[in-house]
């Protein structure tokens, strides 16, 4: 006995859309300008196309190598993005040949708007995938290592890795993967400038501190 119910709304809902055909802009006139909305929709659409293949559509990343951005603060995004580009010297700062090319096609007033959307997304809450170094993760995070002058991440990364805006950024609930290849990283060279915080505090972590902390940030959040 469903099929009267149907029929009786059919003209229900064909009312409610003639009621709104005035408020419709009669052909012929003119389009209005674009709408502000335009520009935040532009990019959600960029994402979609693509970055949500790695760092997915609301920045939680899809997979061990990539990082999510969920969260992350808008001004160090935007900084990253610039980083991946060769700078007048022809070296970039952080040195990826995937990132490279995504951001290679990308204008700064692009590049803003993606990091305006991932700073706006719920940060990841990530997992050990190594549950055994935690423990020894945990006592790098809270008190660096004293014997080879290494700081504690805490003062900087704060107590859930939520880092200070907009320098000190977000690394809780990070994939581990990724932070440890970007600890890796400031060790061998290829991330950071001379004289930078990272590049200065990671040669003094050994191959074995770098996977336990990694580990543990994960977890936080
Ligand atoms: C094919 C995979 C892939 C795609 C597509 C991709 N990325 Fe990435 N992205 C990566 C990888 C891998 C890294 C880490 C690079 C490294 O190790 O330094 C990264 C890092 C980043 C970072 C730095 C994050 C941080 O925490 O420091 C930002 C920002 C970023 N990507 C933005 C984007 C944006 C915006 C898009 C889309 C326009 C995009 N990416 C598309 C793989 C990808
Ligand atoms: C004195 C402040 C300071 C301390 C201590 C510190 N960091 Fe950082 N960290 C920074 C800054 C600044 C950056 C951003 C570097 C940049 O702009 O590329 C950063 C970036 C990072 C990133 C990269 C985030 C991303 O996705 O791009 C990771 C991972 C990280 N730190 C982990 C750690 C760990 C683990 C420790 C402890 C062993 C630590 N940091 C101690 C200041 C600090």
Same mark, same amino acid.
């Given at each position: 006995?469903?099929?009267?119910?149907?029929?009786?709304?059919?003209?229900?809902?064909? &009312?409610?859309?003639?009621?709104?055909?005035?408020?419709?802009?009669?052909?012929?006139?003119?389009?209005?300008?674009?709408?502000?909305? @335009?520009?935040?929709?532009?990019?959600?659409?960029?994402?979609?196309?693509?970055?949500?293949?790695?760092?997915? =559509? %609301? #920045?939680? +990343?899809?997979?061990?190598? /990539?990082?999510?951005?969920? $969260?992350? =603060?808008? @001004?160090?995004?935007?900084?990253?993005?610039?980083?991946?580009?060769? &700078?007048? +010297? $022809?070296?970039?700062?952080?040195? !990826?040949? %995937?990132?490279?090319?995504?951001?290679? $096609?990308? #204008?700064?007033?692009?590049?803003?708007?993606?990091?305006?959307?991932? &700073?706006?997304?719920?940060?990841?809450?990530?997992?050990? @995938?190594?549950?055994?170094?935690?423990?020894? #993760?945990?006592?790098?995070?809270?008190?660096? =290592?004293? +014997?080879?002058?290494?700081?504690?991440?805490?003062?900087?990364?704060?107590? =859930? *890795?939520?880092?200070?805006?907009? @320098?000190?950024?977000?690394?809780?609930?990070?994939?581990?993967?990724?932070?440890?290849?970007?600890?890796?990283?400031?060790? +061998? *060279?290829?991330?950071?400038?001379?004289?930078?915080?990272?590049?200065?505090?990671?040669?003094?972590? %050994? !191959?074995?501190?770098?996977?336990?902390?990694?580990? /543990?940030?994960?977890?936080?959040?």
């Amino acid at each position: 006995m469903k099929l009267p119910v149907e029929r009786l709304r059919l003209p229900a809902c064909l &009312s409610a859309l003639l009621a709104l055909m005035p408020a419709l802009p009669s052909l012929g006139q003119p389009a209005p300008a674009a709408p502000a909305a @335009d520009a935040s929709l532009r990019a959600p659409q960029k994402v979609a196309q693509v970055c949500a293949a790695c760092h997915g =559509n %609301t #920045g939680q +990343s899809v997979q061990k190598a /990539y990082p999510s951005l969920a $969260g992350q =603060n808008e @001004d160090y995004l935007f900084k990253q993005m610039r980083q991946f580009q060769a &700078s007048a +010297s $022809g070296v970039a700062l952080r040195q !990826d040949a %995937t990132m490279a090319a995504v951001v290679e $096609g990308l #204008g700064e007033t692009e590049m803003r708007e993606l990091a305006h959307y991932f &700073s706006r997304q719920a940060p990841a809450r990530g997992q050990a @995938d190594q549950p055994h170094l935690v423990e020894a #993760g945990k006592a790098i995070y809270w008190k660096g =290592n004293p +014997s080879s002058r290494l700081p504690a991440c805490v003062s900087c990364h704060r107590p =859930n *890795g939520e880092g200070i805006a907009p @320098d000190f950024p977000r690394i809780g609930g990070q994939q581990p993967e990724y932070v440890a290849r970007q600890l890796h990283a400031w060790k +061998s *060279g290829t991330r950071g400038g001379p004289g930078k915080l990272m590049s200065l505090l990671v040669p003094l972590m %050994t !191959d074995e501190e770098i996977a336990a902390v990694a580990q /543990y940030v994960a977890q936080l959040h």
